[in-house]
């Protein structure tokens, strides 16, 4: 009878790569993590922002053209 490692056959998985990649040592997986977290910080932070902007069109304090300026005497 054969092993379940035998029977999956010699191409691996995604997720077989991924460890054989990145997790497989320890400094290698932490520095993947930490700029996991700051790249997916930085779409999140840009896509929210571009979300609050569409929703907010005409609303915003840059959309009114009569605020900041002084009244003519």
Same mark, same amino acid.
């Given at each position: 009878?054969?092993?379940?490692?035998? %029977?999956?056959?010699?191409?691996?998985? !995604?997720?077989? &790569?991924?460890? $054989?990649?990145?997790?497989?040592?320890?400094?290698?997986?932490?520095?993947?993590?930490?700029?996991? %977290?700051?790249?997916?910080?930085?779409? !999140?932070?840009? &896509?929210?922002? $571009?979300?609050?902007?569409?929703?907010?069109?005409?609303?915003?304090?840059?959309?009114?053209?009569?605020?900041?300026?002084?009244?003519?005497?």
């Amino acid at each position: 009878m054969a092993s379940p490692a035998a %029977a999956r056959g010699n191409g691996g998985g !995604v997720l077989e &790569g991924l460890y $054989k990649v990145v997790m497989r040592r320890t400094p290698v997986y932490v520095t993947f993590v930490i700029v996991g %977290a700051f790249v997916g910080e930085r779409v !999140v932070d840009y &896509g929210v922002h $571009k979300l609050w902007e569409h929703n907010n069109i005409g609303k915003r304090y840059e959309d009114i053209p009569v605020l900041g300026q002084r009244q003519s005497e």
